[in-house]
């Protein structure tokens, strides 16, 4: 009865600490993000370490961009690599509703959250086309573009492959 009684509490707490674990550490600060800025209304996005116990690797997960615009999704993702600069990983996932659709480089995550430029988001964009990876490692997209009409074509291209293809209610950006 006892070892019954144990494996109970344990089934109980092991869950409960491990949801714990990555509530404290991603869910929590992306939540006070996605609540801190009122443009990210009705974006819904979660973030969990890989398998929710490896934190080398976290999944950022768009759930759904209700009226958002695909720079709006990426402010978030920008904001959140903020919040974690401090933070190393090896990868980040980034997921829709689940299913993994592109990497970042942990070390380049990173950078995103100190060299975002507010003022001139092409120079962002530019660097992070430049560092997205397919699931295979690959990088899907030109290391140059000669115009900013071919940056927003690669930048569009990522966000409807990310998330925006299965989502009809994305804002214009314009």
Same mark, same amino acid.
């Given at each position: ?13 092991? +869950? $409960? ?8 550490? =991603? ?23 890989? %398998?929710?116990? $490896? +934190? ?13 615009? $695909? ?5 978030? =993702? ?34 995103? $959250? ?53 989502? %009809? ?6």
């Amino acid at each position: 009865m006892k070892q019954r009684l144990l494996l109970l509490i344990l089934a109980i707490l092991i +869950p $409960a600490g491990i949801y714990g674990y990555n509530y404290i550490n =991603l869910e929590g600060p992306l939540v006070k993000v996605l609540e801190r800025n009122e443009a990210y209304q009705g974006i819904q996005i979660h973030s969990y370490y890989y %398998n929710f116990i $490896a +934190p080398s690797k976290v999944i950022f997960d768009v759930m759904n961009v209700e009226n958002a615009s $695909a720079s709006d999704v990426f402010s978030v =993702l920008i904001d959140f690599a903020i919040v974690n600069k401090d933070k190393k990983y090896q990868q980040v996932i980034l997921a829709y509703k689940g299913n993994a659709k592109f990497i970042l480089p942990g070390d380049y995550f990173q950078k995103l $959250a100190t060299n975002s430029n507010p003022s001139d988001p092409s120079i962002t964009i530019k660097s992070f086309i430049a560092h997205v990876q397919n699931l295979d490692g690959a990088n899907p997209y030109s290391q140059t573009t000669d115009t900013d009409a071919s940056l927003q074509a690669q930048f569009d291209d990522f966000n409807n492959k990310w998330y925006a293809s299965e989502v %009809n209610t994305l804002k214009s950006d314009k």
